[in-house]
């Protein structure tokens, strides 16, 4: 029987959406697990349940500033960053500086204690893509300076810090470009099109699309997402390559609406808006790579993990504090020590 070695692993991003699920996986495998966050857009709720054990340690910090941690560390996911157009545009520059100055000081302590660092970075590198579906070598089709740059730009920037330590030698760096995920744990108003729907449903609201919803998105569940996570952590030798995850399923967004309303029993009716600026039009993921490296694809099917996020977010919507983060529309812009901008 092969034996597992337990690790003593680092989460910065640890009580969001995806890091709360990371974590879970992680201590189910018997490993010792130090979440790192600073619950500006996470909540405590999704990590209540390990808060007690032994092996999880909180520590509540913004990686814009550095960090120091005395037990060794042997990995580092580094999740830390808004990752929903109303969350990541509330501050930009903060956004900013969380993928870069915070990358950084991320990477700086992987190389203190020798440990592997996994980033994860985004679909949105490719922009408004020009090739579909998308591969890693495609360079993207991304305003520089547009509303969304703060985010998509700052994960690009990250993702170069993480390849100049891979190539210098200062850092055992792999870089996951992450597609549209859902799941359990999705805020209620983070503005993603799948929490959307559901709690719109669900509260009898009008569906918004916004454009004429022929858009298309690949949606991945969560727990199929994590696993792809921990794998390309694990793969040996890293590739030095960037890696998609997603599922390469395909729908438009007047589909996916279409689907939750036959799912929830609601009065809902579907709305339409205008489009954002620089919103994409096509976005799924060429997965060769993660098949061929990681052996990685996903297993679930989008109607299942609907069905389970629907189930969670209908017993969420009973909850108190739940309900108080579904009707907050802004978040508190937080400035990153020594960084004044007019000012």
Sequence with gaps: MRQVIKKNILVAGGAGFVGSHLCDALMAGGHRVVCVDSFLTSSPDNIKSLQNHPNFTLIEHDICEELEIAEPLHQIYNLACPASPPFYQADPIHTMMTSVAGTGNLLKLAERHGASFLQA?????????????????????????GPRACYDEGKRAAEALCFDSLRAGSVDARVVRIFNTYGPRMQPNDGRIVSNFIVQALQHEPLTIYGDGSQTRSFCYVSDLVEGLIRSMNVQPNAGLPINLGNPGEFTVKELAHMILEMVPTNSSIVYRPLPTDDPQRRRPDIARAKQLLSWEPKVPLAEGLDY????????LHEPQF????????????RPTGLSIGA
């Design 309 to 316: 996020t629907i189930t969670w977010f209908r017993q969420a």
């Design 121 to 145: 970075s985004t679909s949105e590198v490719y922009g408004d893509p020009e090739e579909h579906p998308q591969q890693e070598d495609y360079w993207g089709h991304v305003n520089c300076i």
């Design 323 to 334: 309900i108080q983060r579904a009707r907050r529309k802004t978040l508190p812009i937080r």
